[in-house]
């Protein structure tokens, strides 16, 4: 079965499956990539006994952590840093990678394409894949509406034989 989509300027896309263990393992690699790095992603925690003399344990929140010792504001700070990096990050390599997989047909930019980004200050990377994705992001799909639908049909199909509840649950991230 080819699927196809097509974008907001009328361009039709074939669409390939992209596996979703590879986005896992994208996922697993980068948690890897901040553990390795010091870079906290775990919530800094606090315990309170309870006045049956239980100890419960909870994460911090923005309410808690304001009288927090001021080592615990610290890690609570760089945790709500690392996880917004981490975040973006990750969806940046999902982003690209799903565009370079499911995506096939569409190749390299022309010479002169990648010229004229230059004359406008776009900067071009040196890596191909790296410039695929951004031209895939600059030229084929113009739109944010071309860039998440693109990403919510490729993620229905790479998610074929899975339960539609969760199907329909991945597919309204990208549809919002």
Do not use: H
């Amino acid at each position: 079965m080819t699927k196809t989509f097509t974008t907001t300027e009328g361009k039709e896309l074939r669409l390939g499956v992209v596996s979703p263990m590879a986005l896992q393992q994208i996922r697993i690699g980068l948690r890897k990539e901040y553990e390795k790095a010091g870079k906290i992603l775990t919530c800094p925690t606090y315990q309170v006994t309870t006045a049956g003399g239980d100890v419960e344990t909870s994460d911090y929140d923005d309410t808690s952590i304001k009288d927090a010792p001021l080592i615990d504001q610290a890690a609570y700070a760089a945790y709500n840093k690392y996880t917004q990096e981490y975040s973006k990050e990750e969806n940046n390599r999902v982003t690209n990678y799903m565009l370079l997989y499911g995506l096939p047909d569409v190749g390299q930019p022309a010479p002169e394409w990648i010229a004229t980004q230059r004359k406008f200050g776009i900067e071009i990377p040196e890596d191909a894949d790296e410039l695929r994705a951004l031209y895939l992001q600059l030229a084929v799909l113009k739109t944010i509406a071309d860039q998440k639908g693109v990403i919510a049909e490729l993620m229905m199909l790479s998610m074929d034989g899975r339960p539609q509840a969760e199907i329909d649950a991945v597919v309204a991230l990208f549809r919002s």
